[in-house]
Structure formats: C-alpha cells, structure tokens
C-alpha cells in the first residue's frame, strides 16, 4: 500500500479512537506551529553561527592590524638606526599581512551581509509565526465552536427522537382505545338488537328479581279465584287484605270460614 | 481530493492527477523499504513538489477532512517509517 494510503490510513483509524487526533485541525495547527517553532529556531541558531563567524574574523583582523602597525613602527625604528635591510623586511611581512587582512575584510563584508539577510528572515519568520499562532488559536477556537454546535445539535436531535417515541405512544395508546371503542360500539349494537345475549351478572339479576316480584302478586291472585270458582276455597282477596305473613296462617286454619271483608278487623 | 502536507497544509488535489502522484509515491515507499536515504529524500522531494504543482491550496480556516498525508519535506527516513508504523505518529 502507498505511504499517502498507510499514513492517511493510520491517521483516520487514530480519528476513530480519539475525535481525529492528528486530523483534528487543532492538533494539525499545533503540530504545524510546533514544525514553524523549530524552522524559526534553526534560523535564529544560522544567525547566531554567522555572527559567530563574524566576531572571529573581527578578532582576527584586529590582531593582523595591530601586527601591520607593529611592522610599520620596527621598520622606522630599523630605519632610525640605519638598518635599512630591516626595514625592509618589516615592510615585506607587512605588505603580506594587508593581502591577508583585504581578504579577510572582503569575507567580514560578506557574512556582515548575509547575517543581515539571515536576520531579516528571522524576523520575517518571528512574524509570519506569531500571525499563524493568531490564526491557528481563532480556527481552533472556530473548530471548537463548530464542535459544541454539532454535539448540541445531535442532543437536540436525541431529545427529538425521544419526543417522537412519545409521540408514537401516544398513538399506539390512542388507536387502542379507539379500538375499544369500536368495539364497544358493536356490542352494544349485537346486543340491542338481540343477536347477542347479555350475560353481564348484577343487571341479570336484579331484573329476575323484579320480574319475579313482580308476577308473585298475580299468580297467588289468580289462583285464589280459581279456588274460589271450583268452591275449594275463598273468593279472590283484595291486595289490601292486611298482613301478608298473616295470610297462610289464617287459609290453613279457617278454611271454609267468611270471607275477608266480612271480617276485616279480625286478623287485628 | 485533499491532501495534507504536514507542516504546510493542506491542496486540493484533482482526480486526474493522482495517477502521476501514485507513480512518485510508489518510489518513496520503495525508497522507504530500502532504507536508501538519498532515494528517500529525492522521492519525497519530487512527490511534495508534484502535489504542490498540481493541487490548490486551501485557505488556512477551511476545515476540510484530509483523504491522503503526506510527511514533511525535512522528515527524515527513520521518522516516516515509524509514522507508517502501527503507532503512527502519535501513540494511542
């Protein structure tokens, strides 16, 4: 596999774990400043090496002057007691030394020179990294921002989602009763109309009861009369005949006796 | 597709021209494998310089997923082999 592949690669496995660590602007921008911190310092160290340089080209030119100066005062002083061959001498050693000193001047020049260059860039670097780490804090805060919207975003998206779930309760519960309802409304119907028997119990009862009640007063009347038709027993009473506890008693011992009304206080 | 040059930022680069960056990529990792520092550093040279010809940079406050990295151009063979590592650049 390729190296821009495999790196990539590596990177976005590393994104996965830990909120794309090296793709992460923040952590690319840091990494860049770092990389422009360090270019900055190997500059400023190329500056520091040159005047290095320079100050020992100084130092060196200052000695070779004051040999020069030396040479020039042996040769008068040889001169002043005669010792023309000397002086000679001194001057030759002297001429010797002002080649040496016109290139080691020509060399100060140039690493003057490009100290100076080398000085320039270095602040324009200084400058150009203090920009970047302006730029590089606002884009990290910008990606930060960014960040915290986006995590805003999904919780609001979560709180919808729960809301929607809510929701979909709501309408499950809603369908039911509707339902029931429903189903409720046809039963009501099936048994209304007959087709269906309503068993329901309290109601059953209460009914049957009364019914019952009800058809008690009749039957026993009815019977009566039809005693009374055949002579088996008394004419049929009237329903205000007294006590009803007090009514068996009196057919099982009297019998063939008067009717009620013939004696209406007697039970009494 | 973006690429990221590390220490540089990040170019877009067009389909096209990835097969020509493929090619270059293919001597570094080559290069890589040989441990020949001087394959290493002209391929790598010649790989940045290619994704710097052919892609668009890409404002420093866009906020663009790189596809493809790229180490920088004074990364050394050693410290690109150990980014191409299971550690990568950064350990877990």
Redesign the interface.
């Known amino acids: 596999m390729s190296v821009m592949k495999r790196m990539s690669m590596i990177f976005k496995s590393k994104a996965n774990k830990a909120l794309d660590r090296m793709e992460d602007p923040r952590e690319t921008l840091d990494y860049s400043y770092q990389r422009q911190l360090e270019m900055l310092q190997k500059v400023r160290r190329g500056v520091a090496d040159v005047a290095t340089s320079r100050k020992r080209l100084e130092l060196q030119i200052n000695q070779l002057e004051q040999q020069q100066s030396k040479l020039t005062d042996q040769g008068k002083k040889a001169l002043q007691v005669g010792r023309e061959d000397l002086a000679r001498e001194a001057l030759t050693r002297r001429s010797g030394l002002e080649s040496q000193l016109g290139d080691l001047r020509g060399q100060y020049q140039q690493l003057q020179g490009e100290e100076e260059k080398l000085t320039l860039a270095s602040q324009r670097l200084q400058a150009k990294v203090d920009s970047f780490r302006t730029r590089k804090e606002t884009i990290k805060a910008t990606y930060t921002a960014a960040e915290a919207q986006t995590k805003i975003n999904e919780a609001f998206s979560g709180i919808s989602e729960e809301m929607g779930d809510v929701g979909l309760a709501i309408q499950r519960a809603e369908e039911k009763t509707d339902t029931m309802k429903a189903r409720a409304g046809a039963i009501d119907e099936l048994l209304a109309s007959g087709a269906l028997e309503d068993f329901s119990g309290p109601k059953d009862d209460i009914q049957a009861e009364l019914d019952r009640m009800g058809s008690g007063p009749g039957v026993d009347m009815e019977l009566e009369r039809l005693k009374a038709e055949l002579g088996q027993g008394p004419a049929p009473k009237e329903l205000n005949q007294g006590s009803p506890t007090a009514a068996p008693h009196q057919q099982q011992d009297t019998p063939q006796q008067a009717p009620w009304p013939q004696n209406p206080g007697g039970a009494q | 597709m973006i690429?990221?040059l590390?220490?540089?930022?990040q170019l877009d680069v067009a389909e096209e021209d990835l097969s020509s960056?493929?090619a270059l990529?293919?001597e570094?990792?080559a290069a890589?494998e040989s441990g020949d520092e001087t394959a290493f550093r002209a391929a790598l040279h010649a790989l940045l310089d290619n994704v710097r010809k052919v892609g668009k940079a890409l404002p420093?406050?866009s906020?663009e997923?790189?596809?493809?990295?790229?180490?920088?151009a004074d990364a050394h063979i050693d410290e690109?082999r150990s980014?191409?590592g299971?550690e990568?650049?950064?350990p877990?």
């Not at chain 2, 590390?6 to 930022?9: A, D, F, K, R, T």
């Open positions: 690429v990221r590390m220490g540089e930022g960056l493929n990529d293919a570094l990792e890589i420093a406050d906020l997923p790189s596809e493809l990295i790229l180490p920088p690109v980014m191409l299971d990568g650049l950064i877990d």
